[in-house]
């Protein structure tokens, strides 16, 4: 086995929505015609990516919390930051355009909460530059999400 050096530690973990079809099963739910295009798995990709722009523009403009399909108990939402945490998290750089007063000190991000029998895990979703854009004009226009 070939020893590959890791270039690129932020992102040696990470996968593209097309190779996330790598072994997909397309002969039990698409017809032939489709399932023997050479760009299929880019055009199924291209569907995830687009659903998952859907879903996070509706939770930040329609302020919902999306749940993820049965049995994963795991949620996407909208998480306050407030108070010290809010106070440290803005020294730190975050929340630079955020209207502190009018937002009555808090911040919200986007966070994938998953529950366990052992406790709530929370993983941060980083979004492009638009969508933290929009989520602080909410915020700064009086907002509350949550």
Known sequence: MENKEVTNWATSYALTAEQLYINFPASKYI??????LPKFRLILGAILRYFF???LNDIIDKNVTFKLPPGTSAYIEMVPVSGD???KAR???AFHDVDYLASDFTGYQLYLRHNTRYGKWLKRIYVSRKMRDK???NTNAGKKYG
Request: proline share 0%.
């Open 31 to 36: 017809r032939k015609e489709v399932r023997d």
């Open 91 to 93: 020294q730190n750089g």
């Open 135 to 137: 989520i602080t004009a």
């Open 85 to 87: 945490d809010f106070a």
């Open 53 to 55: 722009f859907l879903v």
